[in-house]
């Protein structure tokens, strides 16, 4: 009782989310859309939608990032879909001549993501149900009901794998790349080299808990991308960006930016680039 008291006091709308958690429960909340800015979500029984339906505007953060950035007739390719937000948000920003493929591994998930699709009457969308790795194959995941972010390497559900270089084969450039797969990044950048020598720009998620789950550090997911010629940056403030080192660090969960080429990515944003000393940042070394 008293850790379920301790949740309440750090909801910014402590009724609302009891209300949120009483519609899951009942299943009532699938009655319910929620409105985004230019698209809907179903509220379905899962964690995003909960947290979108609690404050609809709690992503605008990180979603300014896609907006800024994508442009019309992009090639988009997101792993790690979820409930579709940055899918549905990629879409609307490449217009009827570009195209996203949308990759998401949990069965359920998925199913989530594709009806959100359908409520929106998406067409320039390929849904993919597959987990990415390094590997072709089968991983265990975790099957959480409450949970939209179960994770590799825990529970009895199998699920298939295979590479984004054999998945997202489609020989044309990649405007963005977008991994967000609780930990299993490394993975993912692992089994794409062919993909990675034409995209333009990674948004990735990056979480040293989570990576400690899978036994590597952040410094070596980031030397992953500066060996494929990327150059890494972190999304400050509004339209501000900031350069940050392969040592860079974070006790939290944050999105880092891996870009090809800087000029090209100004062009795209028109996002100023700031000193890492004017940043709340965590490089090593910076602090030496």
Known sequence: MKRYF????????????????????????????????????????????????????????????????????????????????????????????????????????????????????ITNVSAINSAVGAERGVLRFSDDRRDDMNRVGIGSLEVPVDRLDNIASRPQPVALLKIDVEGYEKYVVEGAPKLLERTQCVFFEVSSVHFARFGYKTGELLEQFTTAGFHLFKHVHQNEYAPISTTYETKTFENLLAIRDESNFRDRTSWIKVPISSTTDHDVNQRT
């Open 6 to 121: 301790k949740i309440l006091r750090n909801q910014q709308s402590p009724m609302r989310f009891v209300l949120a958690r009483l519609l899951m429960a009942t299943g009532l909340c699938r009655c319910l859309k929620i409105k985004q800015r230019e698209y809907l979500l179903r509220f379905h029984p899962a964690n995003l939608s909960s947290q979108l339906w609690i404050d609809p505007g709690s992503r605008e953060d990180s979603l300014r990032f896609f907006v800024d950035y994508l442009k019309p007739g992009d090639y988009v390719v997101d792993v790690g879909a979820n409930i579709g937000d940055t899918v549905l948000t990629s879409s609307r920003c490449v217009g009827p001549e570009g195209h996203v493929i949308g990759i998401e591994a949990h069965p359920r998930t998925f199913a989530f993501f594709t009806e959100n699709l359908r409520l929106n009457r």
